[in-house]
């Protein structure tokens, strides 16, 4: 019962107030609260180019992209109460006002006219039709960050991380545009990068060696959480002996990688959601998540681009890992030792 009533708030939304009106309880009773009439055509319409980048994280070319990519998935001619569906226009503009600001329903919802219902509908249809949008690859730069939520009542303390509050790690692979080419969100706060790796679609393109995947001995680059392959290059473990040659292999890496933490302090810089996603729902939180960084590739796809401030199975998998780990991890040190002296001979 609880699935299908998930899924019938995804076949429809409607313009009608009356399916959910907006309340606060006072000392008289509850009270319902006031709406904006007409906000949509009497002040998004009229905002000037920089206040309607300020508001929705970006411009208005990029709003059109994004619109024309994902109208027809998000419009539907269902009735709901007799009334007609939000336009597809108006479902973008609520979606992207609630990812780019941390506004809550409530506020959302008394902005924009609509009800509560329908303020969660039409921000789970727009997530929904972005979480679809295919990543183009995996080459570029790997991590991962946590996304701040609220402790889930299941399991919740698998969600706190090692700094001490609760949150959904996403894993992404950038470009060096800071466009991602892979997004994975989902796994717990405590969970490890290396697991989060083996429980993705990277780590099986990984496995599977595919020079589809990885053409011309081309590969990923990530921090030292993760394992030193032939298609993930990580940095020599720094015991106080290191040479020259492996410092400087550290010190390229590090700047190449540093793409990644860019790209990450830009997703949540554009959608402060991302701050602290408050969402009680744990099903829909990836697909919250995922819808941000699809938005995020279409403004860099735009040259919409903000200032960046620095800021499967696991036993499946293990069973993979076990029959080749010793082989392939020796091939990724011996390629890193060829990358290292390579740039060392290149320096000098």
């Known amino acids: 019962m609880e699935h299908f009533f998930v899924q019938e708030l995804l076949l429809s939304s409607t313009d009608s107030s009356s399916d959910d009106d907006l309340e606060v309880r006072g000392p008289m009773g509850k009270l319902k609260l006031p709406r904006v009439e007409e906000f949509i055509e009497k002040v998004v319409d009229s905002y000037t180019d920089e206040e309607f980048r300020n508001n929705f994280r970006m411009n208005r070319r990029t709003f059109s992209a994004v619109l024309t990519l994902i109208a027809v998935k998000i419009s ?14 108006a ?34 249809r727009v997530a929904n039709a972005l979480f679809d949008i295919r990543f183009p690859s995996t080459i570029g730069a790997i991590d991962g960050t946590h ?38 969100a989902g796994e717990d706060g405590s969970s490890h ?61 590090s700047k190449a990688r540093s793409t990644i933490e860019r790209a990450f302090a830009l997703l949540k810089k554009r959608f402060r959601c991302l ?20 938005l995020h590739n279409i403004c860099i796809q735009n ?10 199975n696991n036993e499946n998998i293990a069973d993979e890992v076990e029959n080749f780990e010793r082989e392939f991890l020796q091939l990724g040190r011996i390629k890193r030792d060829f990358i290292c002296a390579e740039l060392f001979n290149n320096n000098n």
């Open 76 to 89: 539907t001619q269902d009735m709901d109460v007799g009334r007609h569906t939000i336009p597809a226009k």
């Open 275 to 294: 701050i602290f996603l408050d969402v009680l729902c744990v099903e829909w939180i990836p697909k919250y998540i995922i819808a941000c960084c699809v």
């Open 91 to 124: 479902q973008l503009l609520i979606a992207l006002w609630y990812f780019a600001t941390p506004d809550s329903y409530r506020s959302i919802c008394g902005q924009f006219n609509i009800g509560k219902a329908t303020g969660l509908r039409t921000v789970r």
């Open 193 to 253: 990068d290396s697991r989060v790796l083996k429980k993705s679609t990277v780590w099986r393109r990984i496995i599977a060696r595919s020079e589809e995947d990885f053409p011309n001995n081309v590969h990923i680059i990530g921090d030292k959480a993760y394992p030193c392959l032939p298609q993930l290059q990580t940095p020599y473990k720094d015991n106080g002996r290191l040479t020259v040659a492996q410092k400087n292999y550290n010190f390229q890496l």
């Open 147 to 184: 996304i701040p939520i609220p402790q889930p009542k299941d399991h919740g303390l698998s969600y706190i991380n090692r700094h001490n509050f609760s949150s959904i790690i996403l894993q992404a692979v950038c470009d060096h545009n800071m466009k991602f080419t892979d997004c994975y």
């Open 303 to 312: 040259n919409d681009i903000l200032d960046v401030e620095k800021i499967i």
